[in-house]
């Protein structure tokens, strides 16, 4: 934690109403409390501050959440209409803001209670179906090269931090009311700039409602998270997506995405337009020369104000494009190429495409975020490139309550590469790990090997004996938990040993020796 002290922007009770009556959104309010000081926002009673409007959202919420956050010092409360006569006596005399549209309403507070910390700092947004968190981690090493302590900010889907607090991400886009406290945290620490995943869950549902990007990127498009309760179909999660531009001075495009007419015609919405590419010699930035090695990768990358020869210090083909973003933003951001290049080099992100140290010389192991379709094309093309020969063996799940797609459409991709599929637990959140395991063995490609073993230490426990029995080469695949170390289960989030060290421990006690 930073030890840097904030500042506090305030505003007013009756600014904030205004804003809303001016919205089209503000039902009531009390007119008597107009001169109160309001000095945040927050929809989580747990993250309350003196001074803060509490934002009361969601079919979860609980009268008492609300009492939980006047103890902790909320002044006032926002709710929708329905809420209100339930909460009216719980709060007696409490200043009360309500509205028509609770999630577009608490965009609006959070961005003025905090003082509109995106108009004071750069804040460098990322969208795609693959590769937001490496690029964040990238452009991040980067801005951070040569500096003896952390300079920027992160919001994603490994990790917030902010100069001030620093968590396990539980959303990859917070809430409206977290993400304005972020920006805030880190225009007052000055751990600037702030460099953010743009999830589509924040683009259609309002988390991002004013937020002004400095720059923001378009890395690929795939079918993801179509589900009943997140994008009905893949125009919404498309479309979805684009919006990012709405809110973007520079926008910078991948030319080698999917559907790519329609994403420069959404980003020619912006003030200029930079592109990347890894195969197109007409990008604004684009590579030649890419040469694979073990554990990195090294291309001559070509950008409007140098040609140098860039090493990534990361597996993964794929990171090629990855890298190209990163350089595109920091050609937006003037960073020069001395800078860039020593961030590439010695980035690293926690769980994505890690080769484990433990490894043996017939058994290797890697640990990846890869979750949907796309990221599995991705990973597998690349590292049957990378470590030819190998027998491969893949430990992967599912998620519970969301994203059904991927149950049918990550078997047959896998089977496609691998020798070896274990089905085990993904964050199974309200569903049976052993029926979401069974619906992925039903839809697993005839005459493909593959085991059911619910408990995920045990799946790769059983993985990493297998295949020091015998005697092969293997490449165990520990694929979408990357370094996590809780499992969604139900509505907590229980504590579980990250895949890599029960790799590591299995490789000690099962191999016989020390890593």
Known sequence: MDTNENTTHATSFGTLARLLSDEGILVASTPAHDDLPITGAACDSRAVRAG???????????????????????????????????????????????????????????????????????????????????????????????????????????????????????????????????????????????????????LKYGRVDGLHLAAGAFLNIGRDHIS????????????????????????????????????????ARCGRLLTFSAT????????????????????????????????????????????????????????????????????????????????????LGIVDYAHNRLSYQRFFSSVTTEFPGRRIAVVMGAPGDKAQERRRELPDEAAKWADLLVYTAEDPAHERVEDICAEMAANTPAGQDYLVIPDRTEAIREVVRLALASGEDWLVCLLAKGDETRQHVGDEFLPMEPDGDVFTSAIIELGGREA
Not at 171 to 189: F, I
Not at 331 to 360: A, N, Y
């Open 52 to 202: 803060d409007v509490f934002c009361c959202k969601g079919a979860a919420f609980r009268p008492a959440y609300l009492e939980g956050a006047l103890e902790a010092g909320a002044v006032a409360y926002l709710c929708d209409e329905t809420a209100a006569e339930g909460l009216a006596p719980i709060a007696d005399e409490v200043p009360a803001l309500v509205v028509s549209d609770v999630r577009r309403a608490m965009s609006v507070v959070s961005a003025e209670a905090f003082g509109h910390p995106d108009l004071d700092i750069d804040v460098i947004g990322m969208t795609g179906t693959k590769g937001k968190s490496t690029v964040a981690y990238m452009l991040r090493s980067i801005i951070d090269a040569g500096e003896p302590y952390s300079r920027a900010s992160v919001i994603g889907s490994i990790e917030t931090y902010d100069g001030i607090e620093r968590e396990e991400s539980h959303n990859t886009t917070p809430e409206a009311p977290d993400l304005w406290r972020h920006l805030a945290n880190a225009r007052d620490s000055h751990h600037v700039p702030m460099v953010m995943e743009v999830s589509s869950h924040g």
């Open 228 to 267: 009943p309760v997140e994008h009905p179909d893949f125009e919404d999660y498309f479309t979805s997506k684009l919006r990012i531009f709405d809110h973007t001075e520079v926008a910078v495009v991948n030319l080698d995405t999917e559907l790519l007419d329609r994403v420069m015609d959404a980003a």
């Open 280 to 363: 197109r010699h007409d990008a604004d930035v684009w590579a030649e020369g890419i040469e694979p090695g073990f554990g990195f990768t090294d291309f001559v990358a070509h950008t409007p104000s140098w040609t140098a020869k860039v090493s990534v210090g990361m597996a993964g083909l794929f990171n090629v494009d990855n890298a190209l973003c990163a350089i595109a933003l920091c050609e937006v951001l003037g960073i020069p190429q001395d800078q860039v290049r020593e961030g590439l080099l010695r980035c690293s992100v926690p769980g994505r495409m890690e080769l484990l140290r433990s490894s043996t010389e017939h058994v």
